[in-house]
Nanobody
Framework: QVQLAESGGGSVQAGGSLRLSCAAS????????MGWFRQAPGKEREFVAS????????YYADSVKGRFTISRDNAKNTVYLQMNSLKPEDTAVYYC???????????????????WGQGTQVTVSS
């Protein structure tokens, strides 16, 4: 049973930066994709970024391209989300997730993931 634990959320002013971490335990990440998603109040959960663990291929939502960077540390079984130039519209609970299938063909879809962390709040004030 894979367990995911996010950390690093907080409150920042617009233009600031935060780095989220997601530590995985209890299962392998090899051959899977790891994703970051977010959910704002009253909105559906949406894709932010993902990475294929083996190849390191990355994917980003258009809204965060050029501002956010996803990365991984194989030795620590941890995935990161570096968030720069934060905007008030980035305010949400951020979740990390592991894909259901190895070599998933839909690393940007919420439905492609079945292991989720508890989430960490990110609040950006103007």
């Amino acid at each position: 049973q894979v367990q995911l634990a996010e950390s690093g959320g907080g409150s920042v002013q617009a233009g600031g930066s935060l780095r989220l971490s997601c530590a995985a335990s209890g299962g392998t990440l090899r051959n899977y994709a790891m994703g970051w998603f977010r959910q704002a109040p009253g909105k559906e959960r949406e894709f932010v970024a993902s990475i294929r663990w083996n190849l390191g291929s990355t994917y980003y939502a258009d809204s965060v391209k050029g501002r956010f960077t996803i990365s991984r540390d194989n030795a620590k079984n941890t995935v990161y989300l570096q968030m720069n130039s934060l905007k008030p519209e980035d305010t949400a609970v951020y979740y990390c997730a592991r894909s259901t299938a190895t070599f998933t063909t839909t690393p940007m879809k919420v439905g492609a993931y079945n292991y989720w962390g508890q989430g960490t709040q990110v609040t950006v004030s103007s």
